[in-house]
């Protein structure tokens, strides 16, 4: 995790509720490949339309789930780390149906269009059309648990920072937000910043949290490989150490 929960209750609460997160960007995923053979190269003016309509409508509902399930376990993380008073937990806005059809749609399109513009087969193109919506996806269902861990952190009186809370094979920008632990102020929302396919979670910190040992192993692999650099070249030089470059 990102960073050391104050309770081994609260780590674990941590643990499942990242779990049930990948969970339900698979069932969305799963569901976006059944839609998905609707689409036909040949027409896709005709096609690609009631695949949005259709997409728009489960990640609509998966988003909501995500912000339900963050704003449980924001109740139930709060109680086991023994914080004091009360804390409602602020669901994330609704997902407009407008913005994620056009989200879903374009992506969709810009990885069939790109594909053939590159040569690619059909059936590539199609592979690269589902990969980007895929990805597009993930990024709508998951913000609203995102939204939902923040804007709560942001309203509750203790005032709890956040940290990055990311996979064993989360990529080197992911990673390096990931080692400086519960940094983040959690009323910062725009500053979880998630691309395509990103998995990561926020995960509150009270007063008295610490870096995790993954955070800390990631820490120290950072200012090993990075020393003397800044910006752009010191995220290449990480980049580069993590895939074995």
């Known amino acids: 995790m990102g960073a050391v929960a104050l309770t081994l209750a609260g780590d674990q609460l941590t643990w499942q509720h990242r779990q049930a997160q990948l969970q339900l960007r698979a069932a969305t995923l799963a569901d976006l490949v059944t839609l998905w053979g609707v689409v036909d190269p040949a027409n896709l003016p005709g096609t690609i339309g009631p695949f949005t309509s259709a997409a728009t409508t489960v990640v609509q ?99 709890p920072r956040w940290a990055r809370v990311s996979g064993g094979d989360s990529c080197a920008f992911c990673a390096m937000l990931a080692s400086r632990g519960p940094v983040f102020r959690s009323e910062d929302t725009a500053g979880f910043e998630a691309h395509d396919h990103c998995v990561c979670e926020p995960e509150l910190a009270y007063e008295g949290a610490g870096l995790s040992d993954r955070a800390r192993a990631l820490r120290d692999q950072w200012d090993e490989v990075t020393a003397g650099l800044s910006g752009r070249d010191a995220l290449n030089a990480f980049r580069r150490a993590r895939s074995g470059g």
Do not use: K, W
């Open 61 to 159: 509902a998966r988003h909501a789930t995500s912000a339900g399930l963050a704003a449980s376990y924001f109740e139930a993380f709060r109680a086991a780390e023994g914080i004091p008073g009360r804390a409602a937990p602020r669901l994330a806005a609704s997902l407009p149906a407008d913005a994620a059809a056009g989200a879903l749609r374009g992506s969709a399109l810009a990885g069939i269009v790109n594909a053939r513009r590159a040569g690619l087969s059909i059936e590539e193109a199609l592979r690269q059309g589902l990969v980007r919506v895929s990805g597009q996806a993930t990024t709508l269902v998951l913000s609203g648990g995102r939204e939902t861990i923040l804007r709560s952190g942001a309203a509750d009186p203790r005032r």
